[in-house]
């Protein structure tokens, strides 16, 4: 039996990568993107196509309204911005407010308009995109502000809506998924989208209920806070 997906970020990179996958096992797959024409120049027939901006709260409304009444059992953040990496001193203040609206708002404003739809959902599964960069007790190099700080909000908030959201059902975590080779990794990053997205959906799979509240990488592998 399929199941329905939804994936924010979808016109290239790894959500692109989510949406070749889900669709080749038969899944039922709604992507997103916020360059709706280039999403469906990249996609197959048979995939259902929103355009989603996960930055702009009037977006995300048009979106949830359309996804009104229909059932939805796994919802992926993929959408991300990232990586940039300055010195403190020029840091870029505005580049840190367009990561954390992006990065960590956009993925919990996406689960709020979308609760209805996912409470209809059988597997109530909300997998939110984050990055070793996120981890605190990873933090070895520094640097990064904007996209560590993000990531880590994004983990934060992910961890307490699994905790909000238990008695429900639900199954929230943090999926780190590789350094891939994407245009945020870059053409040298080890892993490819083809690995990381096999790892991922392995993982995503295999969740139950003692999985919700997790930080989990490609590879099955819990990742320090
Ligand atoms: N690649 C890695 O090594 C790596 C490592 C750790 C974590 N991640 C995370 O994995 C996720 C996917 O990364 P990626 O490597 O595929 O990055 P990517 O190649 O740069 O693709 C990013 C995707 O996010 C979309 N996006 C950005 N801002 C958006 C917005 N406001 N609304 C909707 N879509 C938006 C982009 O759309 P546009 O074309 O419109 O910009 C694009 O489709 C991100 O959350 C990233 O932080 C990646």
Request: glycine share 10%; proline share 3%.
């Amino acid at each position: 039996m399929s199941n329905t997906y939804v994936i924010t970020g979808c016109n290239r990179g790894l959500g692109l990568e989510f949406v070749r996958q889900l669709v080749a096992r038969g899944e039922q797959v709604i992507g997103t993107a916020r360059k709706l024409e280039d999403l469906r120049s990249h996609t197959e027939s048979g995939v259902e196509t929103h355009a989603l901006d996960v930055s702009n709260i009037d977006s995300i409304e048009r979106f949830s309204e359309t996804m009104n009444g229909q059932a939805i059992d796994v919802l992926i953040n993929n959408a991300g911005v990232g990586v940039h990496s300055k010195p403190f001193e020029s840091l870029d203040f505005n580049e840190m407010e367009e990561f954390f609206s992006t990065n960590t708002l956009g993925a919990l404003r996406v689960f709020r308009a979308l609760l209805p739809s996912l409470r209809l959902g059988s597997l109530k599964k909300v997998v939110n995109l984050t990055s070793k960069m996120g981890s605190i007790a990873d933090n070895s190099s520094g640097a990064a502000y904007s996209y560590r700080v993000s990531k880590a909000g994004l983990n934060m908030a992910t961890r307490s809506l699994a905790i909000d959201y238990r008695a429900e059902g639900f199954i929230c975590v943090v999926v780190h998924p590789g350094w891939v080779a994407t245009d945020m990794g870059g053409a040298g990053a080890p892993v490819t989208p083809e690995e990381s997205i096999s790892g991922m959906l392995r993982v995503i799979d295999r969740l139950t209920p003692e999985n919700s509240g997790e930080h989990i990488d490609f590879t099955g592998a819990r990742v320090p806070w």
